[in-house]
């Protein structure tokens, strides 16, 4: 992790802690207390899980080690809700997270009251100069925390799609405007040496530090995201069933998981449907397509004649076209929206959905693990992984970056995942 800090950036911190500490609470509002324990599948977590691992987060690496007298709220909640860090002690394992019915609901909510106190007197407690070596720390609690929101979105939206009831996150409060099609173009990006990796102030993860140059040739980018209508084209083509389009590996995936449409897509009466957080609605053909995995997004690349960018190829298009506003969690749509016919030039980078990129997670040069428990954060994770970037609908607007490096491993459809793509 990085972080640069003037002293007045301690109160502004403390403000930022308050708020996004309230905005996991308020993503998790909309839910009975049933829907909080499920786990469907092993990689969505229950929704009480989250937040109490985000306590737990601040509890261990700042209040434990930095608040004389601290008394943990629970001597066994480091094992119920420590998610991978081994450094910290043993755990539930991760496919287990929904035998927790206990502790209640309520007993949870009061554990992130109780950190909160306790985070407020860390803050009293500290004068300027100590808070301000605490600032790394505490915005990688705070980046952490709206990780986990952008995921408690996520796995939600998964929760309740596999009800029968199909129930309503929340009602659409605003119908977007997505009945125009965006004409799809290519925009030159230069061949060149681009420089690659975090610079400045404020705060990057560690697996974007290392800046380095990489020497590209020229592409050409598409000036929108793949919509629902030209997937649809390419599901129609029999796109699932030849395998000339395909990757092996998801070619055996499509197969073994009788693949046919994007996660969350129904068909009822020959017409797509695909589950929303506003419930079951129909297929809008000009809103970009998500929910896909790697091996769908490069097989319709393939089937398109096409390619995808890799991550450096996806950096430098934002440097020669920057990404101006987005679909971010902060608009309430909480859906990837149709781009706009009449802006020219490059649309939709950030926000929306995550462009998955034809690279594998590695590190960049010069890559190193901070020490103790901390270290697990980022490096441990670099192998079998596709880099995606832009951040999504579900994603802060103050969270992204243009050197933001998601990763998954590239059978994961939850997310909200698309497809931007590149020739030559």
């Known amino acids: 992790m990085s972080t640069i800090f003037t002293a007045p950036a301690t109160q502004q911190t403390i403000q930022q802690y ?56 629970h001597k066994q909640y480091s094992y119920l809700f420590n998610s991978y860090y081994n450094s910290v002690g043993s755990r539930v394992q991760r496919d287990q997270r929904s035998t927790l019915t ?16 306790h985070m407020q007197r860390l803050f009293q407690q500290l004068d300027e100069e100590k808070l301000a070596g605490l600032l790394p720390l505490l915005q ?68 974007e530090l290392g800046v380095h140059e990489v020497l590209l040739e020229s592409f050409q980018v598409m000036n929108r995201l793949v919509t629902n209508g030209e997937y649809l084209e390419f599901m129609q083509d029999g796109g699932y069933k030849d395998f000339r389009h395909w990757l092996d590996e998801g070619f055996a995936l499509v197969n073994s998981q009788n693949l046919e449409a994007p996660l969350y897509w129904v068909k009822q009466e020959d017409e797509w449907h695909r589950f929303t957080m506003h419930g079951l609605e129909k297929v809008n053909s000009n809103d970009p397509v998500c929910h896909l995995s790697f091996y769908e997004a490069d097989a319709y690349a393939n089937w398109a004649g096409k390619r995808l960018l890799t991550e450096f190829e996806w950096e430098a298009a934002s440097q020669v076209y920057p990404p101006a506003g987005g679909n971010f969690v902060e608009s309430g749509l909480l859906e990837p929206t149709a781009a ?44 079998n992984q596709m880099v995606l970037r832009g951040g999504s609908c579900a994603t802060s607007e103050s969270h992204i970056r243009t050197t933001y490096r998601n990763f998954f491993h590239p059978d994961k459809r939850w997310q909200y995942n698309g497809i931007r793509l590149a020739q030559k």
Not at 49 to 57: D, E, G, I, L
Not at 102 to 114: C, E, F, N
Not at 349 to 358: H, I
């Open 18 to 73: 308050q708020q996004i500490r309230a905005r996991t609470e308020s993503v998790c509002q909309p839910l009975e207390p049933e829907d909080t324990v499920v786990q469907p599948i092993i990689d969505v977590s229950p929704p009480k899980w989250h937040m109490a691992h985000t306590s737990w987060f601040f509890e261990t690496f700042l209040l434990q080690p930095y608040l004389p007298g601290y008394k943990l709220f």
């Open 102 to 117: 206990r502790p209640p609901l309520r007993d949870i909510y009061a554990y992130r009251q109780h950190v909160d106190e």
């Open 140 to 207: 990688l609690g705070l980046q952490h925390e709206q990780q986990h929101q952008e995921l408690l979105i996520t796995d939600i939206k998964y929760i309740l799609s596999t009800n029968p009831l199909l129930p309503v996150y929340k009602p659409q409060q605003q119908q977007p405007d997505n009945n125009q099609a965006t004409k799809a173009t290519f925009l030159e990006v230069p061949g060149g040496t681009y420089t690659i990796g975090f610079q400045g102030e404020g705060f990057s993860f560690d697996n």
């Open 340 to 383: 706009d016919p009449s802006t020219e030039g490059l649309q939709q980078l950030y926000g929306d959905v995550w462009e998955w990129t034809y690279s594998a997670y590695h590190p960049y040069p010069g890559f190193t693990k901070a020490p103790g428990a901390i270290g697990e954060y980022n490096g441990k994770f670099m192998l």
